[in-house]
Nanobody, 115 residues
Framework: QVQLVESGGGLVQAGGSLRLSCAAS????????MGWYRQAPGKQREFVAA???????NYADSVKGRFTISRDNAKNTVYLEMNSLKPEDTAAYSC?????????WGKGTLVTVSS
């Protein structure tokens, strides 16, 4: 089992920045990739960014150039640096980890961007 705990959400004005953290614990060896998804009110969950165990990254078009995903292996933590935030970035952001084809999810952290 892999446990994931997100933190760092909050209220920010448009144009501002936030950094989300996702701390992994439990059976974390052989995690293939970790990523961030978000779900806005009334919408389906959507992919935001991901980083593989080798360090390769992938981003949704809507956040490219504004968001950066990174990892600190020593702390078993993945970060999502979010800059130039827009009201449409408002959502519950969840971290996930993929291990041997199994998906693990955190409970999420809320990001609200005011205009």
């Amino acid at each position: 089992q892999v446990q994931l705990v997100e933190s760092g959400g909050g209220l920010v004005q448009a144009g501002g920045s936030l950094r989300l953290s996702c701390a992994a614990s439990g059976s974390i060896s052989s995690i293939n990739a970790m990523g961030w998804y978000r779900q806005a009110p009334g919408k389906q969950r959507e992919f935001v960014a991901a980083i593989t165990s080798g360090g390769s990254t992938n981003y949704a078009d809507s956040v490219k150039g504004r968001f950066t995903i990174s990892r600190d292996n020593a702390k078993n933590t993945v970060y999502l640096e979010m800059n130039s935030l827009k009201p449409e970035d408002t959502a519950a952001y969840s971290c996930n980890a993929v291990k041997y084809g199994m998906y693990y999810w955190g409970k999420g952290t809320l990001v609200t961007v005011s205009s």
